[in-house]
């Protein structure tokens, strides 16, 4: 029986080869069958042609406009244009039919929308209709030749931002954070859009995209995150810590409005302001969702090196929302951000993340 299902399965796959094979023949012999009507079709366009400009010549030659002559000598050209433009485009067609011929109907083409413009190439190969290789010198998802705006309001960078991160909690001050000041530390990128505001003025402009925070903390004294009764609070750990770390991992989507000096380059074809090695400031803020929440823990227990990652809720609020301000020159900015909402949820004591560090727009 076994020995039966397996020659069944191969007849079942030869005859899907076989008609795979004799679609694409007959594929192949529809598009030669094409190419051959399409020569019939421009001799007859070119005679059609040829025939307009007679008519016309002979107009010019009722309306007194040319003499016998010249109306011989358009005519002797005309004819003589359209006769090299059948013998042309029909050589075309051959060629093509006898490129289909000699690659079974398989064929390398250029793609239509391949350019070379200023310092950006575009370049791609099809195959068999579809596209089998593309390259561009910038950017090689357009594949089609962009026209240059005259006026560009919008722009997009990447961003990352980088530093250190803690918290304020209710009642005490940064100096008696529970949190390590350097261990504990934050990391975030992005994409964002700049627009400017005013159509005559670069001033000011709006800056709004999405980013992915990652806020980490690492408590002191060989503490850890524990839950009881409901409260995420800090307890001693049994081990000797090596690394004991919270990171909670957001989903946001920062606004700023921006201001800073630009310069105005412009030339016939467009005008641009460019905020290249220029003064900036930007002030706003940020919403978005908790991804979720990990602890990871490094300890020795009977002299075997331990790692445990632990992926929780741990409380943490699920909706984040804060201010968050930079400034600086060109694209490294000296970045702060608060968070507004408290870290815990239903905590007797409110802790909220603050952050300072690095932030480049790229």
Do not use: C
């Not at 030659?61 to 050209?77: G, S, Y």
């Not at 250029?110 to 010198?137: H, Q, W, Y």
């Not at 980088?162 to 909690?169: D, E, F, P, R």
């Not at 990128?189 to 999405?210: D, E, L, P």
């Amino acid at each position: 029986m076994r020995t039966l299902n397996i020659f069944v399965l191969v007849v079942l796959l030869f005859s899907l080869f076989i008609q795979k094979i004799s679609a694409q023949d007959s594929s192949y012999k529809e598009k030669v069958e094409v190419l051959e009507e399409r020569k019939n079709k421009i001799t007859f366009q070119e005679k059609e042609a040829l025939k307009i400009e007679v008519e016309d010549i002979n107009r010019r030659i009722d309306n007194n406009e040319i003499t016998q002559e010249e109306a011989k000598t358009l005519k002797e050209a005309a004819a003589t244009k359209r006769a090299l433009n059948i013998e042309d485009r029909i050589a075309i067609i051959e060629n093509e039919i006898s490129l289909l011929e000699r690659n079974d109907g398989k064929t390398l083409i250029l793609i239509e929308a391949d350019t070379i413009s200023g310092d950006n190439v575009r370049f791609g190969i099809s195959f068999n209709g579809k596209p089998a290789f593309s390259f561009s010198s910038k950017n090689s998802k357009h594949w089609k030749k962009r026209e240059i705006k005259y006026d560009r309001r919008t722009y997009s960078d990447f961003v990352m931002a980088i530093g250190l991160n803690n918290t304020l909690i209710e009642g005490q001050s940064i100096e008696d954070t529970p949190y390590k000041i350097g261990g504990s530390r934050f990391f975030e990128m992005g994409w964002q859009w700049r627009t400017r505001v005013f159509k005559n003025s670069n001033f000011m402009r709006i800056n709004y995209g999405f980013s992915f925070q990652y806020n980490g903390l690492k408590p002191k004294d060989n503490q850890y995150f524990t839950v009881v009764d409901g409260q995420s609070e800090l307890a001693d750990f049994e081990y000797e810590l090596k690394k004991s770390k919270l990171r909670m991992d957001n989903l946001v989507f920062p606004m700023h409005l921006e201001f800073g000096p630009s310069r105005k380059r412009e030339n016939e074809n467009n005008f641009r302001y460019s905020i290249q090695n220029q003064f900036r400031i930007g002030i706003g803020g940020y919403g978005g969702f908790n991804l979720g929440t990990r602890q990871k823990l490094k300890y020795d227990r009977a002299g075997e090196n331990v790692k445990d990652k632990l992926k929780r809720g741990y409380n943490t609020t699920n909706f984040v929302y804060g201010l968050s301000g930079y400034v600086g020159f060109d694209g490294v900015l000296l970045y702060a951000k608060y968070d507004l909402n408290p870290l815990f949820k239903n905590a007797d004591i409110e802790q909220r993340n603050i952050s300072l560090g690095l932030r480049f727009d790229l």
